[in-house]
């Protein structure tokens, strides 16, 4: 029997003592032994029991058993229960893996770490550059269409020119061509 089921049934088995009845009505299901999706069986645990379990099932399974904001919340208010810095330990264990997580997938990255580090606008993060060629030849650099339209002061839609990346055949930007970069 895996501790976190030990655990889950040491609870049962208080709340039998003390003439409690858990259940749907107020408790929470804790799937037990094996997490949502391994395995379907559980027990009714009261809220601050079902965070206790969610973390010796994390340890037991090796992956993260729990939502991170009810056990924090949890931990933070615990007076001090048996096992606490422990507890506190595989907290940070499979939360550390999940930033690690992140910055494989790429979520939840600034500045340098984050892969469009340089190759959105200043303005807004999600923008692509764009080049803008003067009928001179010469080329300026913007961060985005937002930022291209406030500094040359276009009122007109200039996205359509840029989706075709044709050289502009009329009104204040004839003989300009847009694109993205």
Same mark, same amino acid.
């Given at each position: 029997?895996?501790p976190n089921?030990?655990?889950?049934?040491?609870?049962?088995?208080?709340?039998?003592?003390?003439?409690?009845?858990?259940?749907?009505?107020?408790?929470?299901?804790?799937h037990?032994? &094996?997490? #949502?999706?391994?395995?379907? /069986? %559980? =027990?009714?645990? +009261?809220?601050d029991?079902?965070?206790?379990?969610?973390? $010796?099932?994390?340890?037991d399974?090796?992956r993260?058993?729990?939502?991170?904001?009810n056990?924090?919340?949890? &931990?933070? #208010?615990?007076?001090?229960? /048996? %096992? =606490?810095?422990? +507890?506190?330990?595989i907290?940070?264990?499979?939360?550390? $893996?999940?930033?690690?997580?992140k910055?494989?997938v790429?979520?939840?990255?600034?500045?340098?770490r984050n892969?469009?580090?340089?190759?959105?606008?200043?303005?807004?993060?999600?923008?692509?550059?764009?080049?803008?060629?003067?009928?001179?030849?010469?080329?300026?650099?913007?961060?985005?269409?937002?930022?291209?339209?406030?500094?040359?002061?276009?009122?007109?839609?200039?996205?359509?020119?840029?989706?075709?990346?044709?050289?502009?055949?009329?009104?204040?930007?004839?003989?300009?061509?847009?694109?993205?970069?």
């Amino acid at each position: 029997m895996l501790p976190n089921e030990v655990f889950a049934l040491a609870c049962r088995e208080r709340y039998a003592e003390d003439g409690l009845v858990v259940d749907e009505s107020n408790g929470e299901f804790a799937h037990c032994p &094996l997490p #949502k999706g391994l395995g379907e /069986t %559980g =027990y009714y645990l +009261l809220h601050d029991d079902h965070q206790w379990q969610g973390l $010796l099932q994390s340890k037991d399974v090796g992956r993260r058993c729990y939502f991170t904001s009810n056990v924090k919340r949890w &931990l933070m #208010k615990a007076n001090f229960v /048996t %096992g =606490y810095f422990d +507890l506190w330990d595989i907290y940070d264990e499979f939360n550390q $893996l999940s930033e690690e997580h992140k910055r494989k997938v790429g979520e939840a990255q600034i500045g340098e770490r984050n892969t469009n580090f340089g190759k959105r606008g200043r303005y807004n993060h999600l923008s692509k550059p764009i080049i803008v060629t003067k009928p001179c030849g010469g080329e300026i650099r913007y961060g985005g269409v937002a930022e291209a339209k406030r500094e040359l002061g276009a009122n007109q839609n200039i996205f359509k020119f840029i989706k075709t990346s044709k050289i502009v055949t009329r009104g204040k930007f004839k003989g300009w061509q847009f694109r993205y970069a």
